[in-house]
């Protein structure tokens, strides 16, 4: 199986290299969309495959490198990583069949987004240390371009800020890793950076301070937590609707998984210590972007600051020191990376279609585009955590297990429920309803325009079957995730 997960890394790799040679545009578009089902299809038979009553690595495939440095290409997947596989597999078949339609430099476009997928898919499943930052810093390059390439009227800038941000995150990320990397070699002579053996070291209390603040700050950046968040809203406002729905749906979640994968393991005394600053801002990213949610009137950055807010009950739960917080938490990766896709591809159809994502300009569209209306509103309610549907699972999971423990934080994080149910009914009341708001020049204008179309239905389908699936039986989907919460909390 280890060949499998291999193959479903490189596969957009030689694909993007493909239409590099070949450059024909009807080319790039069927053989990306063919690739991402392929590489879907594979990580469904690693998913069938994976045994989750066994708490340890799977999947995995290990060949030598970079011998005298102790690199090796080493990958495998936890529950968690199988997870996050098959959501990033799946959210790339969305984001290549929405974008059959993309007329301006298409083999470049689908060239990057296959780069992209490489990247992903390696960093959810990098089991040595450099191959894991190779990945990381890999995604860097092509989010930049397809923000900077295909975005909005501020698209440089907010490419700039978005590459500004993340790369001093990763310089910080750096330093973590060769901190614990010099530490290993010096106390035991190995110079490695395999994550299984260095996992397995118990590091001094002062060292495991420095390193988590190092890795700390690179993971904070990118999932991103109050106050280093700013870069979002604007990568998102400015970004292509494929790009930020790539970027919500799967880059956001490897800052989240960094904390998971590597911060709870190698630094457990760490953890504990910070976990007070963690709470505190999880808390505020949580309520405070919220809040300023509310006050949007901004489509995009609206969907940005609710993202912020989820993403604060992820750090949450994940700090919570507890089972079913952490499974909740991983859990929300999943769901908020189903819904944030959803709000972000009704964001984008509305631009198509009206060309602006300011409420002050919209209002009624529920009578000229019925289907969007219908599919905003679910994929909405996913968001929002609403009952049966699987950002409720989440939610409830994270707020149960941090309750049993820290009630304070739990209930103030709980109000962020309210607020997310009051900015994304404010969102839809402006954008679907109030009718009366619309001018007879709109009425006539919008008489006209299309609702969904059949590369539109695929996405919204593939984005409610899931949350509905992932919210009517989540059992199956918990024990996945709690293989890995075993192996992290060791009970």
Same mark, same amino acid.
């Given at each position: 199986?280890?060949?499998?997960?291999?193959?479903?890394?490189?596969?957009?790799?030689?694909?993007?290299?493909?239409?590099?040679?070949?450059?024909?545009?009807?080319?790039?578009?069927?053989?990306?969309?063919?690739?991402?089902?392929?590489?879907?299809?594979?990580?469904?038979?690693?998913?069938?495959?994976?045994? &989750?009553?066994?708490?340890?690595?799977? +999947?995995?495939? %290990?060949?030598?490198?970079?011998?005298?440095?102790?690199?090796?290409? +080493?990958?495998?997947?936890?529950?968690?990583?199988?997870?996050?596989?098959?959501?990033?597999?799946?959210?790339?078949?969305?984001?290549?069949?929405?974008?059959?339609?993309?007329?301006?430099?298409?083999?470049?476009?689908?060239?990057?987004?296959?780069?992209?997928?490489?990247?992903?898919?390696?960093?959810?499943?990098?089991?040595? *240390? =450099?191959?894991?930052?190779?990945?990381?810093?890999?995604?860097?390059?092509?989010?930049?371009?397809?923000?900077?390439? &295909?975005?909005?009227? %501020?698209?440089?800038?907010?490419?700039?800020?978005?590459?500004?941000?993340?790369?001093?995150?990763?310089?910080?990320?750096?330093?973590?890793?060769?901190?614990?990397?010099?530490?290993?070699?010096?106390?035991?002579?190995?110079?490695?950076?395999?994550?299984?053996?260095?996992?397995?070291?118990?590091?001094?209390? &002062?060292?495991? !301070?420095?390193?988590?603040?190092?890795?700390?700050?690179?993971?904070?950046? $990118?999932?991103?937590?109050?106050?280093?968040?700013?870069?979002?809203?604007?990568?998102?406002?400015?970004?292509?609707?494929?790009?930020?729905?790539?970027?919500?749906?799967? #880059?956001?979640?490897?800052?989240?998984?960094?904390?998971?994968?590597?911060? *709870?393991?190698?630094?457990?005394?760490?953890?504990?210590?910070?976990?007070?600053?963690? =709470?505190?801002?999880?808390?505020?990213?949580?309520?405070?972007?919220?809040?300023?949610?509310?006050?949007?009137?901004?489509?995009?950055?609206?969907?940005?600051?609710?993202?912020?807010?989820?993403?604060?009950?992820?750090?949450?739960?994940?700090?919570?020191?507890?089972? @079913?917080?952490?499974?909740?938490?991983?859990?929300?990766?999943?769901?908020?990376?189903?819904?944030?896709?959803?709000?972000?591809?009704?964001?984008?159809?509305?631009?198509?279609?009206?060309?602006?994502?300011?409420?002050? @300009?919209?209002?009624?569209?529920?009578?000229?585009?019925?289907?969007?209306?219908?599919?905003? !509103?679910?994929?909405?309610?996913?968001?929002?955590?609403?009952?049966?549907?699987?950002?409720?699972?989440?939610?409830?999971?994270?707020?149960?297990?941090?309750?049993?423990?820290?009630? #304070?934080?739990?209930?103030?994080?709980?109000?962020?429920?309210?607020?997310?149910?009051?900015?994304?009914?404010?969102?839809?009341?402006?954008?679907?309803?109030?009718?009366?708001?619309?001018?007879?020049?709109?009425?006539?204008?919008?008489? +006209?325009?299309? @609702?969904?179309?059949?590369?539109?239905?695929?996405?919204?389908?593939?984005?409610?079957?899931?949350?509905?699936?992932?919210? *009517?039986?989540?059992?199956?989907?918990? $024990?996945?995730?709690?293989?890995?919460?075993?192996?992290?909390?060791?009970?």
């Amino acid at each position: 199986m280890g060949e499998l997960l291999a193959l479903s890394i490189f596969l957009p790799l030689i694909t993007a290299g493909l239409i590099a040679i070949v450059r024909k545009e009807t080319f790039s578009k069927v053989i990306s969309v063919i690739t991402s089902l392929v590489v879907f299809v594979l990580s469904l038979i690693l998913l069938a495959n994976f045994r &989750w009553e066994e708490h340890q690595f799977q +999947h995995t495939l %290990r060949l030598n490198w970079i011998e005298p440095l102790g690199i090796s290409f +080493h990958i495998g997947l936890d529950g968690m990583g199988i997870s996050l596989v098959v959501l990033t597999a799946l959210m790339f078949v969305v984001v290549t069949v929405w974008s059959l339609k993309v007329e301006d430099r298409p083999n470049l476009y689908y060239a990057l987004f296959m780069l992209l997928e490489t990247a992903c898919i390696g960093v959810f499943s990098a089991l040595d *240390l =450099f191959l894991f930052y190779l990945f990381w810093e890999g995604m860097l390059i092509p989010m930049y371009f397809i923000i900077g390439l &295909w975005g909005h009227d %501020r698209k440089v800038y907010a490419a700039n800020k978005f590459f500004i941000y993340t790369f001093f995150g990763s310089i910080f990320l750096l330093l973590g890793i060769a901190s614990v990397v010099v530490y290993t070699y010096h106390i035991t002579g190995q110079m490695t950076f395999d994550y299984l053996f260095l996992s397995q070291v118990q590091y001094p209390h &002062w060292l495991q !301070m420095i390193a988590f603040l190092l890795w700390g700050i690179g993971f904070a950046v $990118k999932v991103p937590m109050w106050p280093v968040h700013t870069w979002l809203p604007d990568a998102h406002v400015e970004a292509p609707t494929a790009g930020s729905v790539i970027l919500a749906a799967v #880059l956001l979640k490897m800052g989240t998984f960094g904390f998971v994968r590597y911060s *709870l393991p190698m630094f457990p005394e760490a953890s504990k210590e910070f976990m007070p600053l963690v =709470f505190f801002l999880s808390v505020v990213a949580i309520i405070y972007a919220a809040m300023m949610a509310i006050a949007q009137t901004h489509i995009k950055k609206l969907i940005a600051y609710s993202s912020i807010s989820h993403m604060g009950m992820v750090t949450l739960g994940t700090f919570a020191g507890n089972m @079913d917080a952490l499974n909740g938490a991983i859990y929300m990766m999943v769901a908020h990376g189903l819904a944030s896709a959803g709000l972000f591809m009704a964001a984008g159809f509305i631009y198509d279609r009206v060309h602006s994502y300011h409420m002050d @300009d919209l209002g009624g569209l529920a009578r000229y585009i019925p289907n969007l209306a219908v599919v905003f !509103m679910l994929v909405g309610l996913v968001s929002i955590g609403f009952p049966g549907l699987a950002g409720f699972v989440a939610e409830f999971l994270i707020l149960f297990g941090t309750f049993q423990k820290y009630p #304070l934080w739990a209930a103030l994080a709980g109000t962020g429920m309210i607020l997310g149910a009051a900015y994304f009914l404010y969102l839809y009341k402006r954008t679907m309803l109030e009718e009366e708001t619309i001018s007879e020049y709109r009425r006539e204008k919008w008489s +006209h325009l299309r @609702d969904l179309e059949l590369h539109h239905w695929v996405g919204f389908l593939i984005v409610i079957a899931s949350s509905l699936l992932l919210g *009517l039986y989540p059992l199956p989907f918990v $024990k996945l995730m709690e293989q890995t919460s075993r192996m992290i909390l060791g009970s």
